[in-house]
């Protein structure tokens, strides 16, 4: 027990220090190099969070565990949009404002990227077909995203040249890399200290594997999100915490399940489906809502998200116990 405890402690102290390097590195490529902090935060910054959900996801559909492989991705998207960005709001010590305008297209993909996800569902089974449907729906996305970033940059640049604005980080590309790649290094290491800690300690007091896997597996793959989200919001970076969850979202649907069931048909009971496939779309609602509809984000939009992970996990609970 011991040893898990100081593994934990020490663990979340790594995260939390790289988890500051991390944010500091993306928003230092964002204004160094004059590209919207929304944009960085949707494809640079999910990308690299997600890598957890993606290993877990895709060994576990190769090894036959259906079952993990879907619910860790469907699990992660509800982690990411209720726990992450709910506690990023609550903590954050004032409201912040996310680019509206920016993130409507990419909270279009993750919509409808639900959606579809949940109507291939409906039989139980998510086919080979399938996945490689959900990865060419992200090539698209992907290929959109990055000449709408080109635009947006033009942009960016053309309004700090009419204004006068100087750049504001004297530090190189180079060193703000590597200030990233450190953080997300340190970030996905102390991660997997988390889970192995967490887990070794659950299983010592007795806990349920079902309890275990609603909270350590899917919580513990999220944690890069929940950091790097909470962090950004700490330091009033209301777009990079949003982009990081919107893209993690869109590819944790369209990636790591379109991955691992091109890797392994994913199947699953229908009744189990059908409950977190709904969750998914009530959670990424009222996430995208909030997002879309409220001038700032404030404490009572992370209690709303924060009470409704806490209503997921009871009802997944008393369901599937």
């Known amino acids: 027990m011991l040893s898990y405890t100081l593994v934990l402690i020490l663990s979340f102290i790594v995260l ?35 890598l957890p959900e993606l290993a877990v996801s895709v060994q576990s559909a190769i090894m036959g565990y259906s079952n993990l492989a879907l619910g860790n991705a469907i699990g992660s998207v509800i982690a990411d949009d209720a726990l992450a960005f709910g506690l990023a709001a609550l903590l954050a010590p004032v409201p ?30 998510i ?31 053309a309004e700090n040249l009419d204004q006068h604005i100087p750049k504001i980080h004297t530090r190189s590309n ?11 290094v340190g970030v996905l290491a102390s991660s997997r200290g988390v889970i192995w800690a967490a887990t070794g300690i659950s299983r010592l007091l007795g806990i349920s594997e079902i309890i275990i896997g609603l909270t350590v597996v ?34 944790n649907i369209l990636w790591i399940v379109g991955m691992s069931a091109t890797a392994r048909p994913l199947t699953a009971e229908a009744r189990t489906l059908h409950f977190y496939g709904g969750a998914l779309l009530v959670v990424v609602g009222i996430f995208l809502s ?28 008393v369901l599937f116990r």
Request: charged share 10%; glycine share 10%; net charge positive.
């Open 16 to 50: 939390l220090f790289c988890g500051h390097l991390f944010v500091s590195g993306a928003v230092g490529i964002a204004e160094r190099n004059h590209i919207p902090k929304i944009i960085v935060g949707t494809l640079l910054v999910s990308m690299g969070t997600t």
């Open 96 to 125: 912040f404002i996310v680019n509206r305008k920016l993130i409507k297209p990419s909270a279009f993909v993750l919509l409808g990227s639900g959606c579809l996800l949940y109507i291939f569902s409906l039989n139980g089974t």
């Open 127 to 157: 086919s080979r077909l399938e996945g490689i449907i959900l990865l060419g729906i992200l090539a698209a996305y992907f290929g959109w995203f990055i000449s709408y970033a080109k635009t947006q940059r033009e942009i960016v640049i």
């Open 174 to 184: 180079l060193s703000l890399i590597l200030l990233f790649s450190v953080g997300l």
């Open 218 to 251: 899917a919580i513990g793959t999220s944690l890069p999100e929940v950091t790097t989200c909470i962090i950004a919001a700490l330091k009033n970076e209301g777009d990079i915490a949003a982009g990081d969850i919107i893209g993690a979202d869109i590819l």
């Open 290 to 317: 909030i997002l879309l509809f409220s001038k700032k984000i404030r404490k009572i939009h992370g209690l709303i998200l924060f009470s409704l992970y806490i209503l997921f996990l009871s009802l997944s609970y």
